[in-house]
């Protein structure tokens, strides 16, 4: 990860997500940015992922080609 300018952490929520993020922002505050607060509320992204809604499909007519 060093070759990057900037690293953006989206860790579980967890103790140990926490932990992780608390030793990489000690490692370079402007280097590493802590993105866990865009899914505050859920455990980690994945559950944030699940608890959104659906996009609407178009449900418009099919045009089935005859071979």
Request: hydrophobic content about 30%; overall charge positive.
């Amino acid at each position: 990860m060093e070759q990057y300018n900037r690293i953006h952490l989206a860790l579980d929520r967890d103790s140990a997500g926490r932990d992780f993020t608390r030793k990489a922002l000690q490692w370079g505050p402007a280097k590493y940015i802590d993105r866990s607060d865009f899914y505050h509320g859920h455990k980690d992204l994945n559950e944030w992922l699940i608890h959104q809604p659906r996009p609407r499909l178009n449900q418009g007519r099919r045009i089935a080609r005859s071979f």
